[in-house]
């Protein structure tokens, strides 16, 4: 019984793996505050957690900030990018489902704009962790980016379909779940990201 809770037993090593993907989360949600710096912040968040979840990493606060360092121009250059993507994603979007003149026209593309968003949604988790793994340039990032998720299409699927239940328990009233979402959603991220960047080293 006293195993447990000695330094090598499991639950503490438990404790200390989810005090390290609390304070992973904590630095991500403060360093995206600024919405500029929400890439290099996202950049840092996947370089440190796809370390954690093997077991890879001890100094998360400080291996946080050397990846948000290192990856800055890089990470909010595609951040830009994809962030006017989805800029005009969402307010095309929001134009179908609240104007009636012009929306009505295009209510027909509604189940397209959703299905280019969640595709966009998924090549945005796929550049970010791609920036956090290999040093590329901002036109091979986004070209390896939507490549990696048409390759990866199914595990991508699983990743969002987590984050979209997620938000949903939060919006139906569990708020307090908000709270474990950045980790929950990183977690199952980052060891699905691990298994097919081994794969593409691999090869």
């Not at 290099?40 to 957690?49: D, I, L, R």
């Not at 949903?168 to 709270?179: A, E, H």
Request: hydrophobic share 60%.
């Amino acid at each position: 019984m006293k195993n447990i809770f000695d330094s090598e037993g499991k639950l503490m090593t438990f404790l200390d793996g989810f005090a390290d993907v609390m304070v992973l989360a904590i630095l991500w949600v403060i360093c995206s505050l600024p919405i500029i710096t929400v890439g290099a912040s996202t950049t840092a968040f996947y370089s440190v957690m796809m370390k954690l979840v093997v077991g890879e990493e001890s100094y998360v606060v400080r291996s946080f900030f050397k990846a948000f360092k290192e990856n800055f121009k890089i990470a909010t250059i595609v951040w830009l990018i994809l962030g006017v993507i989805g800029a005009v994603l969402l307010t095309s979007i929001y134009i179908v489902l609240n104007t009636k003149t012009i929306g009505g026209v295009f209510q027909y593309a509604l189940p397209l704009y959703v299905i280019i968003f969640l595709f966009y949604y998924m090549v945005l988790s796929a550049a970010f962790a791609y920036i956090a793994q290999f040093y590329d340039s901002v036109r091979r990032v986004l070209k390896l980016s939507w490549q990696f998720v048409v390759k990866y299409i199914w595990s991508f699927l699983i990743m969002t379909v987590v984050d979209i239940v997620m938000w949903v328990i939060v919006i139906k009233g569990f708020t307090v779940f908000i709270v474990f979402l950045p980790e929950i959603s990183g977690f199952v991220h980052a060891y699905l990201l691990n298994r097919m960047f081994a794969k593409e080293i691999k090869n």
